[in-house]
């Protein structure tokens, strides 16, 4: 119940695609669901993040769109570009639930043409 | 300044050594992190320090041995440590320890031979 699941793996999208990137999660005590962008060499960095009242956040050319019904979010990246080629993870916390530690899914490493 | 400092970036260390990893921050923050990441692998979480005090050690075997001097700085003693602990050691920071916006220092790439 713990765990968070994220797919795909790995993704290559041309230059000027959308990036899609699904996570799914069973504990409905999460109530934080942010997205980290990692580069290689470096630590993963904050995103963007959503909590469970809107369905939709949207900053830039990164969305967050959530579903609470179905347990699912996902990230789109609108013009990817080759600079967003990066490691992305997704995470869910709740205050309530180990008092916030946050609980990442497996990484997807995306790839982005030009 | 929201930056997490972490030195050094690169460590190579033998099975016998003592070794420290440092990690700094100046953002007021009450509530900081060691998380080891191994290679295509998310942040595995080790220890959490709130307010100066050790709150969270995820099982972490002893080699391992945390420090918080205060609440800018904390430390990772490491000591006997096995190759399968060469890993990228991240040290991270929130404002409190339920608060959830996490900041990320670079880390210290870790290889024991």
């Known amino acids: 119940q713990q765990q968070v699941k994220q797919s795909p793996q790995s993704l290559i999208v041309q230059k000027g695609g959308i990036s899609i990137i699904n996570c799914a999660y069973e504990?409905?005590?999460?109530?934080?669901f942010p997205w980290y962008q990692q580069f290689p060499g470096k630590g993963p960095a904050l995103l963007i993040a959503i909590r469970p009242d809107v369905s939709e956040k949207k900053e830039g050319r990164f969305t967050i769109s959530f579903n609470k019904s179905a347990k699912q979010f996902s990230l789109h990246i609108m013009d990817s570009q080759p600079g967003d080629s990066a490691t992305y993870f997704c995470?869910?916390?709740?205050?309530?639930?180990?008092?916030?530690?946050?609980?990442f899914g497996q990484g997807t490493e995306l790839s982005v043409k030009p | 300044d929201t930056e997490v400092t972490q030195t050094p970036k690169h460590l190579v260390m033998g099975m016998t050594n003592k070794k420290s990893l440092k990690c700094e921050q100046h953002?007021?923050?009450?509530?900081m992190y060691w998380y080891k990441q191994k290679a295509k692998k998310p942040p595995e979480l080790m220890f959490v320090y709130s307010y100066e005090k050790l709150s969270i050690n995820e099982s972490v075997p002893s080699r391992f041995s945390p420090e918080c001097p205060n609440s800018s700085l904390l430390n990772l003693h490491l000591h006997a440590l096995q190759p399968e602990d060469s890993a990228l050691y991240l040290c991270?920071?929130?404002?409190?320890?339920?608060?959830?916006?996490?900041?990320f220092g670079s880390g210290t790439q870790l290889s024991v031979l």
């Open positions: 991270a920071s929130t404002y409190t320890a339920t608060n959830e916006k996490l900041f």
């Open positions: 953002m007021g923050h009450r509530a």
């Open positions: 995470a869910a916390s709740g205050i309530y639930n180990q008092g916030g530690k946050l609980i």
């Open positions: 504990n409905t005590a999460f109530d934080y």
